[in-house]
């Protein structure tokens, strides 16, 4: 008879993390300490990241060249937040796009990544590491980001951890 795993957690945790581009335009890291060994046999399952982006940063997006590119990964050994590549758990771009000469726009922040319509009822992911990425393109100064997510933690048998470490694993040419 199979063991159905189950979720130590009823309700929702949350973490928090932030990132400031150490020069502009510059792909930078910062570690989300989630606290959590490597020997606990755990993850995550996020149901909700909050992605909180200070509002003057909208104001650095002056030409359509410009962007502000933010992620949540799981290794800062990698050189782009591709979406192909296995490190990128959630990415976010913003730009600009002209409808017309003259006009405003509204930006509701946070913004709001939900995942728990997923089967499962969100993302699954290693606990450890994880870091957030902020990176801007053709800007005059450094972005932030803070993020805030939501999650429960689900129990694994040793063979479902390796399967999801592996998942994650970025390999080395």
């Not at 928090?16 to 910062?30: I, Q, W």
């Not at 990544?113 to 089967?119: A, C, G, H, Q, V």
């Not at 800007?139 to 040793?158: C, D, G, M, P, R």
């Amino acid at each position: 008879m199979a063991v159905q795993k189950t979720s130590k957690d009823q309700y929702s945790n949350k973490m928090y993390g932030s990132v400031t581009e150490s020069a502009a335009n510059t792909l930078t890291f910062g570690e989300i300490q989630t606290n959590v060994s490597v020997f606990d046999k755990a993850a995550f399952v996020l149901h909700r990241l909050e992605w909180h982006i200070p509002a003057n940063s909208f104001d650095k997006l002056v030409d359509a060249a410009d962007s502000m590119e933010f992620a949540l990964v799981t290794s800062q050994n990698i050189s782009s937040l591709g979406i192909g590549n296995p490190a990128v758990i959630d990415k976010l771009i913003i730009a600009l796009s002209y409808d017309s000469a003259v006009g405003f726009a509204v930006n509701e922040i946070p913004l709001i990544r939900d995942f728990s319509t997923l089967p499962g009822g969100g993302l699954i992911v290693a606990p450890r590491p994880l870091f957030l990425a902020c990176r801007g393109v053709s800007l005059a100064s450094a972005l932030s980001v803070e993020l805030l997510a939501y999650f429960t933690v689900k129990t694994l048998s040793a063979d479902e951890y390796l399967e999801l470490v592996d998942f994650y694993r970025i390999v080395g040419v």
